[in-house]
């Protein structure tokens, strides 16, 4: 099943000359060009029972209980800590070890992380299959004082709260977001459809934008 560890994201550690790729089911690959004797890759899975990364033994079998998915990869802009989307919430890596850093998002399937912004923001997306339908949301950490990820509210042209999420409603899904300043910019588009476009993200939520 190819599909389960394909190659969704990717983060680029310059400082330490190692390109990041998380591979789903296959957790995450550390391609490593520091070395004076060429480039090499190895595989990691995230091990919930010891909280640290593993390396992937050869002919191992997978184990999505103990070692979840990894969707998406990030370098934090500041600190260069590893930033992990993971079927069981967000995961970091620093100095410090491997932690879970979202009580909110901490069983949650995070398939979509992406950082920038002045101030810096950071943006989640949470994504699962329900019967026909897939249910998402879409969660940012934003503010100095912020301490967890909050979820996005979207808005109608009024700029009132709308009362179903049109995330769910719609099946959207998170291609891309662009930072400018305060704002972000994310463009969605239906799964399995032809219709896409974008969300201006601010202060107060989600708006259509064109």
Known sequence: KPM???????????????????????????????????????????????????????????????????FDVRVHPETGDLWLATAKGIWVKSSDGLKNVSKNLKDSRVTGLWMGGEPLQIIAETAYKKDDNVVGGLWRMYGEKATDFSKVNFLDTAGKVQKKDIYDEADYTVGDVAFLGKNAFVLVRAVGGSISGYLKLDSLGAHAWE
Do not use: C, H
Not at 46 to 64: G, H, Q, R, S, V
């Open 4 to 70: 389960q560890y394909a190659i969704s994201g990717f983060a680029y550690d310059a400082s330490a000359k190692r390109l990041w790729a998380a591979r789903g089911a296959l957790g995450l690959m550390v391609y490593d060009v520091s070395g004076k004797n060429g480039a090499k890759d190895t595989t990691f899975v995230l091990n919930l029972k010891t909280n640290k990364l593993e390396k992937l033994k050869d002919n191992a079998e997978l184990d999505l209980t103990n070692n979840p998915e990894i």
